[in-house]
């Protein structure tokens, strides 16, 4: 069988960037608890005129671009933040793509496993009909209340990825393992714009639903845990991939490496004391005996703990990171865990394809987080505070630079244009 998997990847931010030392301060918070406590720098934060659709549809764009639409006749949406009860954000996204007629168009939901789901229906889509490509998006703005001990772990951010046979970074392997269960630990009712969340509860569930997808995948045949060189987890803040990483290496009965990048003087992530890809080559060199094993968690949270919590885009944006850091993947089993509140979960795995390291988007995600432009705390708050209803028309004032905008409401429909 042909292999199947991620062929491109793309990641696009928010407008807007909230540094966690300037709400620290506003909040007489400690800098480090978000720092070191939650392991998160930043939170990217939407302008006024972006949502998920246009993140999801700035994060698509450079792929088709690149590949072309030959052979798209699918495009699904996942999202936390969808923007209607009915129509799929994906519609919006297909046509400012300018993509043909002839596709298929949905939205995924389970918060923010969503992303995982979407990508699996791909893969089965590719498997019946392998000239057929399926461009996955994953976008969510992160919201909670201000004041409550979510708001320092919001975010915002999308991931896009062409799947296809024969892909160019990674093929997705056939075992996965699978969790679910019902659980109050994050959810959002369709009257509120921010997220419920039982803090406590989550970080149990998450952990909870790891074992039970890793205990899955090992009565499914997959690969055990020595045979899985890197691992990504979903990055609710980064501090909790630290968390699942001590929790599989317990579970699983092996000692794995939960260190955390190293914030400089200046304030600045890095993983060790080089920079996050002499590391990685270090690390695949060969530890030193007794030494817990390196699994590539530093590098995994070098985009995450500057974007948030972008929930279904998540740990693809720990993939992005890991591949645009990381130059010794080629042949390497990689070990995702996908985890939504709610809850329903999968461990699934995928190997680096020869060339991948050619494709490194490092510096253009670097100058996009760079260029992020800075809120106070009290413009983020009144950001925040603003909600735009759908019953009169409105028009959004011009502020984002991303390729595509949210223009505003006209007879209570969205519409959306090319910045
Ligand atoms: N210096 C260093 N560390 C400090 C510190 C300081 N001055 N002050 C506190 N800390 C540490 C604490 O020791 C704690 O560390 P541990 O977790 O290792 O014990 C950490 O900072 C967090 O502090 P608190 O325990 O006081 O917790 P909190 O009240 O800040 O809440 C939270 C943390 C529950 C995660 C909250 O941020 C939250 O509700 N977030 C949203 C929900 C969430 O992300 N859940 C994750 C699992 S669910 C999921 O994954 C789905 C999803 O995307 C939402």
Same mark, same amino acid.
């Given at each position: 069988?042909?292999?199947?998997?991620?062929?491109?990847?793309?990641?696009?931010?928010?407008?807007?960037?909230?540094?966690?030392?300037?709400?620290?301060?506003?909040?007489?918070? $400690?800098?480090?608890?978000?720092?070191?406590?939650?392991?998160?720098?930043? *939170?990217?934060?939407?302008?006024?005129?972006?949502?998920?659709?246009?993140?999801?549809?700035?994060?698509?764009?450079?792929?088709?671009?690149?590949?072309?639409?030959?052979?798209?006749?699918?495009?699904?949406?996942?999202?936390?933040? !969808?923007?209607?009860?009915?129509? /799929?954000?994906?519609?919006?996204?297909?046509?400012?793509?300018?993509?043909?007629?002839?596709?298929? #168009?949905?939205?995924?939901?389970?918060?923010? *496993?969503?992303?995982?789901?979407?990508?699996?229906?791909?893969?089965?889509?590719?498997?019946?009909?392998?000239?057929?490509?399926?461009?996955?998006?994953?976008?969510?703005?992160?919201?909670?209340?201000?004041?409550?001990?979510?708001?320092?772990?919001?975010?915002?951010?999308?991931?896009?990825?062409?799947?296809?046979?024969?892909?160019?970074?990674?093929?997705?392997?056939?075992?996965?393992?699978?969790?679910?269960?019902?659980?109050? +630990?994050?959810?959002?009712?369709?009257?509120?714009?921010?997220?419920?969340?039982?803090?406590?509860?989550?970080?149990?569930?998450?952990?909870?639903?790891?074992? !039970?997808?890793?205990? $899955?995948?090992?009565? &499914?045949?997959?690969?055990?845990?020595?045979?899985?060189?890197?691992?990504?987890?979903?990055?609710? %803040?980064?501090?909790?991939?630290?968390?699942?990483?001590?929790?599989?290496? &317990?579970?699983?009965?092996?000692?794995?490496?939960? $260190?955390?990048?190293?914030? !400089?003087?200046?304030?600045?992530?890095?993983?060790?004391?080089?920079?996050?890809?002499?590391?990685?080559? &270090?690390?695949?060199?060969?530890?030193?005996?007794?030494?817990?094993?390196?699994?590539?968690?530093?590098?995994?949270?070098?985009?995450?703990?500057?974007?948030?919590?972008?929930?279904? /885009?998540?740990?693809?944006?720990?993939?992005?990171?890991?591949?645009?850091?990381?130059? +010794?993947?080629?042949?390497?089993?990689?070990?995702?865990?996908?985890?939504?509140? !709610?809850?329903?979960?999968?461990? %699934?795995?995928?190997?680096?394809?020869?060339?991948?390291?050619?494709?490194?988007?490092?510096?253009?995600?670097?100058?996009?987080?760079?260029?992020?432009?800075?809120?106070?705390?009290?413009?983020?708050?009144?950001?925040?505070?603003?909600?735009?209803?759908?019953?009169?028309?409105?028009?959004?004032?011009?502020?984002?630079?991303?390729? %595509?905008?949210?223009?505003?409401?006209?007879?209570?429909?969205? #519409?959306?244009?090319?910045?």
């Amino acid at each position: 069988m042909r292999p199947i998997g991620i062929d491109d990847i793309e990641l696009a931010t928010a407008h807007h960037v909230v540094d966690l030392s300037t709400l620290a301060e506003a909040t007489g918070t $400690d800098p480090n608890k978000f720092r070191l406590g939650l392991g998160q720098d930043q *939170f990217s934060f939407p302008a006024p005129d972006e949502d998920a659709v246009t993140m999801g549809a700035a994060a698509a764009a450079p792929i088709i671009e690149r590949c072309g639409t030959e052979g798209i006749r699918t495009l699904l949406f996942a999202t936390e933040s !969808g923007i209607d009860q009915s129509k /799929a954000a994906g519609i919006s996204v297909h046509k400012l793509l300018g993509l043909p007629s002839q596709v298929r #168009v949905t939205e995924f939901k389970e918060a923010c *496993f969503a992303g995982t789901a979407a990508l699996q229906a791909a893969i089965g889509i590719v498997s019946r009909n392998p000239g057929e490509r399926v461009l996955v998006i994953a976008s969510d703005v992160a919201r909670y209340e201000l004041d409550s001990p979510g708001e320092p772990t919001q975010g915002a951010g999308a991931v896009a990825m062409l799947v296809s046979a024969d892909p160019r970074l990674i093929e997705i392997e056939q075992v996965s393992g699978l969790f679910a269960a019902d659980v109050d +630990d994050f959810w959002r009712p369709n009257d509120s714009t921010t997220a419920i969340v039982d803090g406590g509860l989550s970080v149990t569930a998450y952990l909870d639903a790891l074992s !039970g997808a890793w205990d $899955d995948l090992q009565e &499914q045949g997959g690969p055990a845990l020595a045979e899985i060189d890197r691992i990504l987890y979903h990055q609710p %803040f980064t501090k909790m991939a630290k968390k699942a990483q001590l929790h599989l290496g &317990q579970h699983a009965g092996e000692e794995l490496s939960c $260190d955390l990048p190293e914030i !400089g003087a200046d304030g600045v992530a890095r993983v060790g004391s080089q920079d996050a890809a002499s590391a990685d080559r &270090q690390g695949a060199a060969g530890e030193a005996p007794g030494t817990p094993r390196d699994t590539g968690l530093a590098t995994s949270t070098l985009y995450n703990r500057r974007l948030g919590n972008t929930y279904t /885009a998540s740990v693809f944006a720990a993939l992005a990171a890991l591949l645009d850091h990381d130059d +010794d993947l080629e042949g390497r089993r990689i070990g995702f865990f996908s985890y939504g509140s !709610g809850s329903a979960s999968e461990f %699934f795995t995928g190997r680096v394809l020869p060339g991948y390291a050619s494709r490194s988007r490092r510096d253009d995600v670097a100058e996009a987080l760079d260029a992020r432009v800075p809120l106070s705390v009290e413009a983020y708050r009144a950001l925040h505070s603003t909600v735009l209803g759908s019953a009169d028309d409105v028009e959004t004032p011009r502020v984002t630079s991303a390729p %595509f905008r949210f223009a505003g409401v006209k007879g209570r429909a969205r #519409v959306y244009e090319r910045s």
